[in-house]
């Protein structure tokens, strides 16, 4: 039995699943920009910080790190309406992405922030800056630059991971494929196109994350 392919249904549908890429790009730039702000605070503390706040926010780490993120979804979205705490499906989703990164992102930055010479350190000490002063203008640039690659696959695996954000009704791109196979029950060719979509993101994403990189440590380089 042959099985015939038929993408025609892609010009009735194509402003769906626009909606669903839009959707899903502005879940990852709100979900990069937040969680890895939230990662360096984290990473700040863990590494730098006060001690009394440092097992508060190993806990919070080894929370999310070592749970699903579709649980922390579901807590969410159905748990905190309980609590009084009621969102909308996209601010939820928002939510979790920021929150799942920061912990997954403060381990890496971390990791960049120890193998920071005690030297530098001492540099910004001699120059009368605070601790906070010294990782701000001295510590955190030359961090980054030694993880940028691997932050940059963490943010692409989170906008990879956002894809369950379609079971709590997220209109993102798979909840597009989803309603568009519903409509033309074309399950096999919609999702070769939901896929193909999903590359061509990772694929841009790592490119935009490649070039803010570039113009992040372009000064740092240049000597």
Known sequence: MSYHFDFSWIWAYWPILLQGVLTTIWLIGVGALLGCALGIACAWVRALGPRWLRPPVAAYVELIRNTPFLIQLFFIFF????LGLRMSELQ?????MVINLGAYSCEIIRAGIQATPRGQFEAGASLGMTGLQTFRHVVLVPALQRIWPALSSQVVIVMLGSAVVSQIAAEDLTFAANFVQSRNFRAFE????????????A???RQVLRGIGRMLFARRAAP
């Not at 748990?79 to 309980?82: A, D, N, T």
């Not at 939820?92 to 979790?96: F, K, P, W």
């Not at 196109?193 to 999903?198: A, C, D, F, L, M």
Request: aromatic content about 8%; overall charge neutral; charged content about 0%.
């Open 79 to 82: 748990g905190l309406p309980s």
């Open 92 to 96: 939820a989703a928002g939510l979790a």
């Open 190 to 201: 919609t999702y070769i196109v939901s896929t193909v979509i999903y590359l061509l993101l």
């Open 203 to 205: 694929l841009a994403l």
